[in-house]
């Protein structure tokens, strides 16, 4: 079964960086679309980048030029580096994959 678990999150004042880890069990990052989610209090959760097999990326327009997904196939890991965070990036982040079970997600709170 395909288990994908995140981690990086916290609390970083306003401009600061992040990098958020996901690891995927039972799973090739490689052969698969693989994306970032975020869920804010109160509101649906939204997708905030995307990167396909062949490396191409995309990125919601809140966060073009601040974020940048990328993928280690050698640790079967995808990454979100988050740079430049505003408070509207508060959220909890999610990793996900096609017909795979949401992980716990991590928790990424930015102070202004």
């Known amino acids: 079964q395909v288990r994908l678990v995140e981690s990086g999150g916290g609390l970083v004042p306003a401009g600061g960086s992040l990098r958020l880890s996901c690891t995927a069990s039972?799973?090739?990052?490689?052969?698969?679309?693989m994306a970032w989610y975020r869920q804010a209090p109160g509101k649906q959760r939204e997708l905030v980048a995307v990167?396909?097999?062949?490396?191409?990326?995309h990125y919601v327009n809140s966060v073009k030029g601040r974020f940048t997904i990328s993928r280690d196939n050698a640790k079967n890991t995808v990454y979100l580096q988050m740079n430049r965070l505003k408070a509207e990036d508060t959220a909890v982040y999610y990793c996900?994959?096609?017909?795979?079970?949401w992980g716990p997600g991590t928790q990424v709170t930015v102070s202004s």
């Open positions: 996900y994959r096609d017909n795979t079970p």
């Open positions: 039972g799973s090739i990052v490689s052969l698969y679309t």
């Open positions: 990167v396909t097999p062949t490396g191409n990326t």
